[in-house]
């Protein structure tokens, strides 16, 4: 495994443990480092397939992590951390990461689509296929939306804050490690 590569998978493992914010508090809620990385793994890694691999892999192992500790009232038994819809999303996110360096309007534009493709699809899914109780109908889908509001300034926050520092500190350490050019 190559300099290049074994530190990108030390910054997707930073992504996984930084993703434990959530137990600082409920004020914390979708404060998440994950749309980050899966873009970053999608700008630096080479390979698409390689970068969807440990995009699934990192939401997967957290998910597993969480949904086994914090969230095991809502998961009966055991998890096995898989959820369809979200790693769908950054498995596509990762697909993003290619446009991201380009410029400093790709990067905020691929963020901002990152963050809110993120709460339209997710809110979507809440609304079309759970029991939760909003009707099937506009009115209900816009009530999810609105429900879910809340928790989309903490995802465009930790969405920007976790790509500035992905992306930066890697920046900084390609300027000062030849290898991981």
């Given at each position: ?81 898989f959820d369809a819809v979200h790693m769908g999303l950054f498995a596509l996110i990762s697909l993003l990461g290619t446009n991201t360096t380009a410029s400093a309007s790709r ?52 969405q920007f804050l976790f790509s500035g520092l992905f992306f930066g500190a890697f920046e900084v350490l390609k300027k000062q490690v030849p290898a991981l050019r």
């Amino acid at each position: 495994m190559t300099k290049r590569n074994t530190t990108i998978i030390a910054f997707i493992l930073l992504a996984i443990a930084s993703r434990l914010l959530i137990l600082a508090g409920p004020g914390w809620a979708n404060f998440s480092p994950m749309a980050s990385m899966a873009l970053f793994v999608g700008a630096y890694l080479h390979n698409r397939k390689q970068a969807i691999a440990w995009t699934l892999v990192a939401v997967w192992g957290s998910n597993l992590i969480l949904n086994n500790t914090l969230y095991d009232a809502f998961f009966p038994g055991f998890s096995f951390g898989f959820d369809a819809v979200h790693m769908g999303l950054f498995a596509l996110i990762s697909l993003l990461g290619t446009n991201t360096t380009a410029s400093a309007s790709r990067f905020i534009g691929t963020n901002l689509a990152a963050a809110m493709g993120f709460f339209f699809v997710s809110n979507f899914a809440v609304w079309a296929g759970s029991d939760i109780a909003y009707s099937k109908d506009l009115a209900g889908l816009l009530s999810c939306y609105a429900a879910g509001i809340p928790f989309l300034k903490n995802t465009i926050a930790s969405q920007f804050l976790f790509s500035g520092l992905f992306f930066g500190a890697f920046e900084v350490l390609k300027k000062q490690v030849p290898a991981l050019r």
